[in-house]
């Protein structure tokens, strides 16, 4: 778990979402909406006022995103969402505007990735890391083979929130760099059982991918025992486990390279 917490940044140019499959039952945004009492549907996706986020400036006009962070991209949507077709061809020129900066999405439409890219998206934008999410095997067998055929250049594996065990020996390959396991958050959470957890970390293992442990989710199964996590434990429990596999200290894949001098961000 990265403590840098100053090299990230959020966008999220659009707020709202339709639910796609099992693992969007329990949906944060759904969920955070009903707790600020938000008066307009969760799946009602609107453009927000930070659209424009990675080309805003100060008033010393310096960039409002610095330069080199990773930008967590469209968290509270989907990238690919239907709905935002109009506006994405913006997002992506400004993911090209702004090569300074890392945008990492992850998505649960990724079989509508050829339709979402611009023409002159080629093997994919250096800057720009994929997650494709998959919470079942189910899922998993019907995301990944697309995914792996896909020409991106960042690829990672979001398998969260995890209800079931996965195989995902057969997608793993030199193109993933990066699986990331969590369970579920929220007070109606499935349960996450760890052995599904430790299934996922050897198979990467075996096919030497890097493996993270995100977060335990709110009901944590371990040698057949149900614990209920607090949110504030879920993160914090995972990297306790101490069971990542060739992960960096940031929240990114670690084969992305970063600019920045590390001596600024100690
Ligand atoms: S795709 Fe993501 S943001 Fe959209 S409903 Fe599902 S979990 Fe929520």
Redesign the pocket.
């Known amino acids: 778990m990265s403590e840098h917490w100053e090299i990230y940044a959020d966008w999220n140019p659009w707020h709202g979402?339709?639910?796609?499959?099992p693992?969007?039952k329990y949906?944060?945004?759904?969920r955070q909406d009903e707790m600020y009492g938000s008066p307009i549907a969760s799946s009602e996706c609107r453009k927000t006022a930070n659209f424009n986020l990675p080309v805003k400036r100060k008033r010393d006009k310096s960039w409002k995103i610095e330069s080199g962070k990773i930008v967590f991209t469209c968290f509270?949507?989907?990238f690919l969402?239907r709905d935002a077709d109009p506006w994405r061809p913006d997002c992506w020129q400004m993911m090209r505007q702004r090569s300074d900066l890392w945008f990492y999405f992850f998505t649960?439409?990724i079989d509508r990735f050829m339709e979402c890219v611009p023409d002159d998206w080629g093997d994919g934008y250096d800057n720009v890391i994929v997650g494709c999410t998959v919470e079942n095997q189910e899922i998993a067998d019907y995301r990944l083979p697309i995914f792996r055929s896909l020409p991106i250049k960042h690829k990672s594996i979001i398998a969260s929130p995890l209800i079931s065990a996965i195989d995902l020996f057969p997608y793993l390959d030199g193109t993933i760099e990066e699986v990331s396991a969590g369970g579920e958050s929220g007070v109606e959470a499935r349960p996450c059982n760890y052995d599904w957890v430790l299934a996922l970390r050897q198979q990467c293992v075996a096919k030497d991918v890097p493996f993270r442990f995100h977060q335990t989710g709110a009901h944590f199964i371990k040698d057949g025992k149900m614990y209920r996590m607090k949110r504030c434990h879920q993160l914090s429990q995972a990297h306790k486990a101490k069971i990542d596999y060739k992960i960096g200290k940031y929240l990114v894949p670690e084969k992305v390279k970063f600019e920045w001098k590390e001596s600024d961000y100690h």
């Open positions: 979402c339709t639910k796609i499959s693992g969007c949906c944060y945004v759904y509270t949507s989907d969402l649960k439409r």
